[in-house]
């Protein structure tokens, strides 16, 4: 295999696997300083030598470190326990206002509905935290089980590590609280404001947590903008959960807002969209026409797609087909090429080498190929709509 060093230290893919997307590893620093990587929230927060719980200083750290090292690496942060920082197992970095909370105040606005904002006591107020209900901790706001549990928890009936759990829920909590008071104040401007005032705390808490630099050059957030009912219910997307309901006027300028938003600060990705079915595809040219219509700068959005595989884990042969068509019709919208890029993950594995009919060196949209499969890549990851994720770590949770 002809593997060529690179400027700086480090590697460059070898010739022909420059279109694959490899798991990001940890302790070990990516070996290719020109490969796309995809990195696994759950890893980066892998206890210390020692078996200490890493700051999240620390993590966030590592993160930084490990896109350093890549030529793209790309991020799941797209809601309350999909993202870098946990809500409560470690003390928080930059912790991101989920996105469904946003649809929420952006539907209340629409409505002309007032929000109840959360209450968040002092940390180290005990009985304050014992006394409240979980609709005083949350408002109007989507609840977590899990992370109120924590937080109303007395530390006099805890030791470590369970203590600092209850203090770090605590702290998640009155940091949303704060994310929640800066949506309400915008609620007499109308929704508009409210879905930019969140959008703009979002990429607030991405250039923080990863600094601007790496984030422009370097890191892609991904938001779940097409989640099956499985991940709505752990909390993915830009729904609330069951029996919280918005408006799809709410999901749709919230989701505008927020991609429009992560744009300028560089790359940005959406997932899942299987091409093989007209709802999936008619819904990701909707939001790609919607997140680079009518603005000429601005970041590459990345497009994951998922789908059929053959028996040997590589696309269908009906992918080629579904892409080109797909493609066509992004042209006849007038969506700019050199502005968005696909990801491609068939919904049973997959390995390097597409059909030459996605992949063709005069293409000006990239594809890339998920490859590597390791840790991250123990199950294969359903098409829309498909088989439920991985069950949650603790209530609302999910994995990674």
Known sequence: ?????????????????????????????????????????????SPTPTGDVPSGAEVAR????????????????????????????????????????????????????????????????????????????????????????????????????????????????????????????????????????????????????????????????????????????????????????????????TRSALLRERLRDGDTAIERYDLSRAADSERARRVIRDALGGTGEGGRLWVWLAGPAGPDGAPSSDAPAAVAAFRRSLAVDGVDPTRLGFFFMPSRGARPGLPEKILHAADPIPLLLRADPGPIHSRALPSAGGSPPSPPDDAGAPAS
């Open 1 to 45: 295999m002809d593997v060529r060093p690179v400027e700086g230290g480090g590697h460059a893919l070898p010739a022909g696997r420059d279109h694959t997307v490899r798991a990001l590893p940890w302790p070990r620093l990516p070996r290719y300083r020109t490969a796309a990587y995809e990195g696994n929230n759950r890893l980066l927060r």
């Open 62 to 253: 590592r993160w930084r470190s490990a896109a350093a090292h890549a030529g793209r690496v790309f991020v799941l942060r797209d809601s309350l326990y999909s993202q870098q920082d946990h809500p409560f197992r470690g003390p928080t970095w930059a912790g991101m206002l989920p996105p469904a909370w946003i649809s929420v105040a952006v539907d209340h606005a629409l409505s002309g509905r007032a929000l109840r904002l959360p209450r968040a006591p002092a940390p180290e107020a005990d009985g304050a935290w014992r006394r409240m209900d979980i609709d005083e901790a949350f408002g109007s706001f989507p609840p977590s089980p899990a992370l109120f549990g924590h937080a109303s928890t007395s530390l006099c009936d805890v030791e470590e590590p369970r203590r600092a759990w209850v203090v770090n829920a605590r702290r998640t909590l009155a940091a949303l609280s704060a994310d929640a008071r800066a949506l309400a104040d915008a609620l007499p401007r109308g929704a508009d404001s409210v879905a930019q005032v969140g959008a703009a705390r979002v990429s607030r808490s991405d250039r923080r947590y990863f600094g601007d630099e790496l984030r422009r050059a370097r890191v892609v957030p991904i938001l779940v903008e097409n989640p099956s009912s499985d991940e709505v219910r752990i909390g993915k997307g830009l729904r609330p959960r069951s029996p919280m309901v918005v408006s799809r006027a709410a999901v749709d300028r």
